[in-house]
């Protein structure tokens, strides 16, 4: 197969999962013999390409206000014209153009499109191309890609989102093939109106990790002492308001036990000093970026208290092949990751005592703690196996070529007098 990968970003550019899971995507793919190419935004103006990995990657400089994945946030208006300009960026069309004239792609595979905008499926339409789209947010619904807002996830598209978003529901129809990474992200745009004339499929993120060998079974063993030692919970992603950091805080201050909490990874400049400033418990360590396999030997229980609907939740999966079970919030995809009480305890942000319960919970429960952590990672044994996502969407691309040469051999078929 012949395949074109467009997207937001690439690597050396990565701005979360998505970016990571389409690498992942596009050289497991080519190892395996496809011919594979990517044409993704860029902070430079025109059109040049590189190679990442042996992959043949084009950048195209994104017509618009400003780069927005840049490393200084733009005030409220250029925001909102960039935005507005991101309803229908026509201008980035020529550059989809310009790319399938040069790779003469058999499918195109669109992940996230924040800066391209649905225009390019009306330029990949116009090539006569079957168009697969892999869902990773709600980019689709709204603007801020997370439907959530004020500290509360919307439970219906706000009047703002309904004009940025006008007609994208309607232009979805030209997608042959829909992925959702969790069946949450799949049904919460299937069931407003999107991609009606699309198969839908579902295939989760894999984030493979081979433990070292030393490290192979990681048997957390019921001590008594284990209820005087501290007990080690850890946060890592995203330190914003949506990815419930303040909820975790405030929870973990009102504990009525021994415990750490230590806090790992980067945000905004002000919500940065925000948190920093609700911290007063001496037992709070904000440690900055850490790599997993570093950051996961240092702590009992991770807790992933999204507020909004996560649509999936790597970073959960990831603790998980670590050994080390999660309290998560029942939110978007999460609940397809974390089972309770098989690798975790799921709490609810409409209920914000839960998660101290929860946390209280293991602390009072060391069998139960020893029994998650052993069975964490068998748990997400699936989500481990790059080959089985690779199998996945290699079949899902192969039955939409094929669909795409049957309807087209159809609908040039003589009709019968």
């Given amino acids: 197969m012949k395949i074109l990968f467009i997207s937001s970003l690439y690597s050396p550019h990565i701005g979360g999962g998505a970016e990571i899971v389409l690498q992942r995507t596009v050289e497991g793919l080519q190892q395996r013999g496809c011919q594979v190419s990517v044409l993704v935004t860029g902070p430079d103006a025109g059109l040049s390409t590189e190679t990442v990995n042996d992959v043949t990657v084009h950048r195209a400089g994104l017509r618009n206000f400003y780069w927005h994945f840049g490393a200084q946030r733009p005030g409220r208006l250029a925001r909102l014209g960039w935005h507005l300009r991101d309803r229908y960026n026509g201008a980035m069309r020529r550059y989809v153009k310009q790319v399938i004239a040069i790779e003469q792609p058999q499918l195109v595979v669109c992940h996230n499109l924040s ?3 649905v225009s390019v499926w009306d330029e990949i339409t116009a090539a006569q191309l079957p168009i697969v789209q892999v869902l990773h947010d709600m980019y689709l619904m709204c603007p801020s890609s997370n439907m959530f807002k004020r500290g509360q996830c919307c439970q219906q598209q706000c009047s703002s989102c309904q004009a940025f978003r006008k007609g994208h529901d309607a232009r979805s129809a030209q997608v042959s093939t829909v992925v959702g990474v969790s069946q949450f992200i799949l049904d919460k ?23 070292a060998r030393n490290s192979l079974s990681r048997q957390r063993q019921i001590d008594p002492a284990m209820k005087r030692a501290p007990l080690r919970f850890g946060y890592m992603g995203t330190l914003s308001e949506q990815k419930g950091v303040r909820w975790l805080i405030e929870q973990f201050q009102r504990l009525p ?42 702590i009992d229980v991770a807790v992933v208290p999204s507020m909004w609907n996560e649509p ?33 305890l799921l709490c609810s942000p409409s209920d914000p005592d839960s998660l101290g319960h929860a946390m209280l919970r293991l602390h009072q429960q060391p069998e139960l703690l020893a029994r998650l952590s052993n069975q964490a990672r068998v748990s997400v044994a699936s989500l481990l196996d790059l080959e089985l996502m690779l199998d996945s969407y290699e079949s899902i691309f192969a039955q939409t070529l094929l669909d795409n040469i049957v309807h087209r051999d159809l609908t040039v078929l003589p009709h019968p007098v």
């Avoid at 998560?328 to 397809?336: D, F, I, K, Q, V």
Wanted: hydrophobic share 40%; aromatic share 12%; proline share 8%.
């Fill in 115 to 117: 800066g391209w905008s």
């Fill in 189 to 211: 745009l299937q069931t407003r109106g999107y991609f009606n004339a699309a198969k839908g499929y579902v295939v989760h993120n894999a984030s493979p990790y081979a433990p």
């Fill in 257 to 298: 036990f021994d415990a750490t909490l230590q806090i790992a990874g980067r945000g905004q400049p002000c919500d940065e000093a925000a948190f920093k400033a609700l911290a007063t418990s001496p037992k709070i360590n904000f440690v900055g970026y850490q790599k997993p396999e570093a950051f996961y030997k240092q």
């Fill in 312 to 344: 999936f939740g790597m970073v959960a999966v990831e603790a998980c092949a670590h050994s080390v079970p999660v309290i998560a919030s029942r939110m978007g995809g999460l609940p397809e990751i974390i089972q309770d009480p098989l690798n975790g």
